[in-house]
């Protein structure tokens, strides 16, 4: 069993940062691939980016592409999301996530253990 907790949502001005972190429960988390989704109000959830277990591979959407970057501390079992130069756009809960095939999927369906969201809100 995997849980995992986020922290560091919150409100700030467009052109601003936050970093989100996520907490995981596990001996093995080190073995996790890692990823951040995000789900704005009436939209689907979307993948925002993914982490390989070594942090050696990353996957960004396009929307944040050059703004946001996802890393992990498997010492702390944490990963995190840096996200500056934020947009309204990027207003949304954002979720951590983690599948049992240790992929770095896209598709939100394919993932088998989330965390609770935490609320990011951009405003212009």
């Known amino acids: 069993q995997v849980q995992l907790v986020e922290s560091g949502g919150g409100l700030t001005q467009a052109g601003g940062s936050l970093r989100l972190s996520c907490a995981a429960s596990?001996?093995?988390?080190?073995?996790?691939?890692m990823a951040w989704f995000r789900q704005a109000p009436g939209k689907e959830r979307e993948v925002v980016a993914t982490?390989?277990?070594?942090?050696?591979?990353?996957y960004y959407a396009d929307s944040v592409k050059g703004r946001f970057t996802i890393s992990r501390d498997n010492a702390k079992n944490t990963v995190y999301l840096q996200m500056n130069s934020l947009k309204p756009e990027d207003t949304a809960v954002y979720y951590c996530?983690?599948?049992?095939?240790?992929?770095?999927?896209?598709?939100?369906?394919?993932?088998?253990?989330w965390g609770q969201g935490t609320q990011v809100t951009v405003s212009s």
């Open positions: 996530a983690t599948n049992l095939n240790q992929a770095a999927y896209t598709d939100y369906a394919l993932y088998d253990y």
């Open positions: 596990g001996r093995t988390f080190s073995t996790y691939t």
């Open positions: 982490i390989s277990w070594s942090g050696g591979s990353t």
